[in-house]
Nanobody
Framework: VQLQASGGGLVQPGGSLRLSCAAV????????LGWFRQIPGKEREFVGA?????????YATSEVGRFTISRDTAKSTAAHLQMNRLKPEDAAVYYC????????????????????WGQGTLVTVSS
């Protein structure tokens, strides 16, 4: 299984970016796909996650209302992270993570439960 991540780049404060992630190499009847971000020198932190069954989503508190995760309508193992009203503190390397397990809500923010990771994509928020 490989994760193909795309998106990211430079955006001004208040702007928007969309990250995408697709798991390829196998078919999955269920999964949880999450995003984490990391700033150099700091621990990786949870951004949000989506579960295939029911499309349930979870977000870190600071992202509620600004970030939205949606499943891809064409690719069953792909999802998108829409980030709006970006702030300088959102700048980081964003990683998508994937597990074929259906994680319960309380587990989705824990990076240990994810089995596959994307290569990371840089998001820069600066004027």
């Amino acid at each position: 299984v490989q994760l193909q991540a795309s998106g990211g780049g430079l955006v001004q404060p208040g702007g928007s970016l969309r990250l995408s992630c697709a798991a390829v190499g196998a078919s999955f009847s269920t999964y949880t796909l999450g995003w984490f971000r990391q700033i150099p020198g700091k621990e990786r932190e949870f951004v949000g996650a989506v579960r295939r069954s029911g499309g349930n989503t979870d977000y870190a508190t600071s992202e509620v209302g600004r970030f939205t995760i949606s499943r891809d309508t064409a690719k069953s193992t792909a999802a998108h992270l829409q980030m709006n009203r970006l702030k300088p503190e959102d700048a980081a390397v964003y990683y998508c993570a994937f597990t074929a397990r259906r994680l319960i809500s309380s587990s989705r923010s824990n990076s240990r439960f994810y089995d596959y990771w994307g290569q990371g994509t840089l998001v820069t928020v600066s004027s």
